[in-house]
Nanobody, 111 residues
Framework: VQLVESGGGLVQPGGSLRLSCAAS????????MRWYRQAPGKEREWVAT????????NYADSVKGRFTISRDNAKNTVYLQMSNLKPEDTAVYYC?????WGKGTLVTVSS
């Protein structure tokens, strides 16, 4: 199993980014997928979950209305569209599925 995140970077407050997580080594379309994040000096926290078919999505209150999780089962990829970013969204973002973790991608929100 391999999960590889990409799309992180430096963005100004109010900006947008789209993260991707490419999955391999398992039947991606059969499993729900999650995004987590870990800010400097803080514990890792759950951000969003999407069901295997994409019909159910759940979000942490801190990102609800600003972030959208989606997936493309044909491409074995899960996405996190982040809008209206705030400095407190600065963190390493991790993809999680089937109990496995990617290495993360850093998102820095700063002017």
């Amino acid at each position: 199993v391999q999960l590889v995140e990409s799309g992180g970077g430096l963005v100004q407050p109010g900006g947008s980014l789209r993260l991707s997580c490419a999955a391999s080594g398992f039947t991606f379309s059969s499993y729900e997928m999650r995004w987590y994040r870990q800010a400097p000096g803080k514990e890792r926290e759950w951000v969003a979950t999407i069901a295997s078919t994409g019909d159910r999505r759940n979000y942490a209150d801190s990102v609800k209305g600003r972030f959208t999780i989606s997936r493309d089962n044909a491409k074995n990829t899960v996405y996190l569209q982040m809008s209206n970013l705030k400095p407190e969204d600065t963190a390493v973002y991790y993809c999680n599925g089937l109990g496995y973790w990617g290495k993360g991608t850093l998102v820095t929100v700063s002017s």
